[in-house]
Every structure is written in C-alpha cells, then in structure tokens.
C-alpha cells in the first residue's frame, strides 16, 4: 500500500512541477510581449503536450492512490475484471504521454539544438524543464514503475491524434489570423508552402516512430493484458 501511495505522490509532483514551469513561461510572455506571446506559447506544441501531461500525471496519480487503499484479493469476479480493464487505459495513457512527451523533446532537440548550440544564451530555466527535464522525468517514472500491463501497440494511433489535430489546429488559427506558432510552418514565408509541407511529414513521421518505439519496448508487471472494450 505504501509504495502505491509513494509512486502516486511521485506521479503528482512531476505534475506539479509541470504546472509551475508552464505557468512561470505563460508569465514570462505575457510580461515581454502582451496576450498575443501568450497565445502563441499555448498554441505550441511544448505547452500542449506539457499541460496533457500534468492531466496524464494527476489521472495516473489518483490511479496509484485507489490502489495504494486496496488489499490484493479483496475485488473478486466482475470487480477484478474492472480494476484490469481501468489498468490497461492507464498503461495506455501513460504510454501516450510519454511518447508525446519525447516526440516534442526530440523535435525541439532536432530543429533548434544547433542554434542553441552556437547562442545558449537562448535556452533559459524554463525551456529546459519544458523540453527536457519533464520528458525525462516521463521516461524515468515510465520505466522504473511500469504499467500493470503491457499497453497496445495500438497506442500509437492515440500518439498520433495530437500531432494530427494540432496541424488541424494551429493551421486554421495560422489562416484566420496570420499567426503560425513556428515560422517553419508559415506557408507565406520563403520556404512557399514545399517548407511547412515537408515540415508537417517530420514532424508526423517523429510522432509516429517515437510512439512505436515507447510501445514496442515497454515492459510490465503481467504479461497478459485484458481486453480493452
């Protein structure tokens, strides 16, 4: 019981941890540049996949908890049946946000480690946490507590529904009101719509294979899962 509680308290710290850092980058841009750095920062992919991931955290948290209270045995039948089923959404869930979480890392990694590189000058407190320090957070509490049971591969396709809405989303925003979160992505600009065309395939195609990768090495503590209904 207590090393449920522990791990839940874990879980709810990293999200705590998110929410100050996203709240300190919101104040941040708010205080340079007004509502409209504000707006962007929240239309990014960091904070996005960061705020989902303080969701992801507290839900799993609350999960860890509810066990924590419980005496192995003590559900029998249709009650362990439920408990099973609410164990492998978790591991799904969790499995989602660790790929989404890593996926954004290694992209912001990619596209502006070299600037980054040259002028670290550039990379502040905040940005660290958003982009590296939570995701590995993620990683660690993804391997050292692994789910009940082995999440579906399946996964990926939940992985792949944020970067899919978000083009939807930060495209039609783009278009109303000229403002595209990442210039790489603004069709107007010099790259002409070839840039943010093939911009959207790596971003797609990172998704997807850090989201196979997070699902295909996993591990757990039962090696048969439920069926998901």
């Known amino acids: 019981m207590a090393s449920h509680r522990v791990i839940a308290f874990l879980r709810w710290a990293i999200a705590a941890t998110g929410a100050v850092t996203v709240g300190i980058a919101m104040s941040t841009a708010q205080t340079a540049s007004g509502f409209e750095a504000t707006a962007d920062f929240l239309s990014s992919v960091t904070a996005q996949t960061n705020?989902?991931?303080?969701?992801?955290?507290?839900?799993?948290?609350a999960h860890a908890w509810r066990r924590g209270g419980r005496v192995a045995g003590r559900a029998g039948g249709r009650g362990q049946d439920v408990l099973a089923r609410r164990a492998a959404w978790i591991a799904l869930m969790r499995g989602a946000n660790v790929a989404t979480l890593l996926g954004m890392s290694v992209l912001f990694l990619g596209i502006y480690g070299p600037v980054v590189v040259t002028d670290p000058a550039q990379l502040n407190p905040t940005s660290v946490f958003l982009h590296v320090v939570i995701p590995?957070?993620?990683?660690?509490?993804?391997?050292?507590?692994?789910?009940?049971?082995?999440?579906?591969?399946?996964g990926v396709f939940l992985v792949m529904a944020f970067p899919v809405l978000w083009f939807i989303f930060t495209n039609v925003r783009g278009a109303v009101t000229g403002r595209y979160v990442y210039e790489f992505l603004d069709p107007s600009g010099p790259s002409g719509p070839q840039g943010p065309a093939a911009m959207t395939v790596l971003i797609l195609a990172c998704f997807f294979l850090v989201g196979v990768v997070v699902f295909v090495t996993q591990r757990s503590r039962r090696f048969r899962p439920p069926t998901i209904y």
Do not use: K
């Open 136 to 154: 590995a957070l993620a990683v660690i509490e993804w391997i050292v507590f692994p789910p009940e049971h082995r999440a579906t591969i399946r």
């Open 51 to 61: 705020i989902l991931s303080i969701v992801a955290f507290v839900i799993a948290g």
